[in-house]
């Protein structure tokens, strides 16, 4: 039966003011695909398409109050979890999904930017991967990031899969979508669903050249807790999230830009509204 309720996003994740990234891009992609955002931030940052400038994260108690000030007041189809920042707000979200009974929670593994700025503090990373990583339902890193999440040094080999995996749920993930961003196939996008005890499903794209690059892995994230919250399935969602950010990719936002910079390379948003 066809409910009447818009399907709801709670996204906690940091703020880039560039708007490509973190909470902007979360709630544009949530509203895009059909569901409701709320939000609560963790981090203000300092950011452009030049890289990542400063970053002061929230106080934990802050943000302990604005996700209570929600699950107090609205029912939660899904989670998604972006930047935490510090090992306290870690321990807040955790208390949180366990006090509220959170569920179809999509956990973008945010730890250092793409830029090289880091973004969880490594007193927090053993928190993180013991306590967060296995109660949420499917966690989106990158090669750089599943490095970092199993301690190794994976170059990005199509035949390193069975042992990407087995490092993922050796760390106690339920199911991880492996993104093919930073793998070595040049010419196609392959990100990989694996989950326990089932075969490994393979979602395919072809790789955009384009610098539109710009919160790619926030907005694939969002995406899929759409979609959970909308009551698909996980392979349905994941399915429809890249299809939503291939087009976006293809039909990016052109901005004008001061030159101060010269003509160096930028990393682009998307259209999140294509």
Known sequence: MHSSYTPTVLTIAGSDPYGGAGI???????????????????????????????????????????IEAILDDIQIDALKIGMLGSKEIVQVVIDSIKKYKLK??????????????????????????SQLVPIVDIITPNLLEINTLTNS????????????????????????????????????????????????????????????????????SSAIATSLAQGKDLTTSIKLAKDYLTKSLKLSNKLKFNYKYGFLSRTEPLNHFS
């Open 153 to 220: 040094k994976f170059e990005g080999k199509e035949n390193e899969i069975d042992s990407i995996s087995q490092a993922l749920f050796d760390i106690g993930a339920k199911s991880a979508l492996i993104k093919g961003g930073h793998f070595q196939n040049q010419n196609q996008s392959i990100d990989i669903l694996i989950q326990p005890n089932k075969d490994n499903e393979i979602f395919n794209s072809p790789r955009i050249d384009t610098t539109h690059t710009h919160g790619t892995g926030c907005t694939l």
């Open 104 to 129: 179809n929670i999509v956990l973008d593994t945010v730890i250092i930017s793409s830029s090289g700025k880091r973004l969880l503090d490594k007193s927090a990373l053993d928190i993180f991967i």
């Open 24 to 66: 902007q891009a979360d709630i544009k992609t949530i509203h895009a695909n059909g569901g409701y955002a709320f939000s609560a931030t963790t981090a203000l940052t300092a950011q452009n398409s030049q890289g990542v400038r400063g970053v002061n994260i929230v106080d934990a108690s802050i943000v302990q109050s604005q």
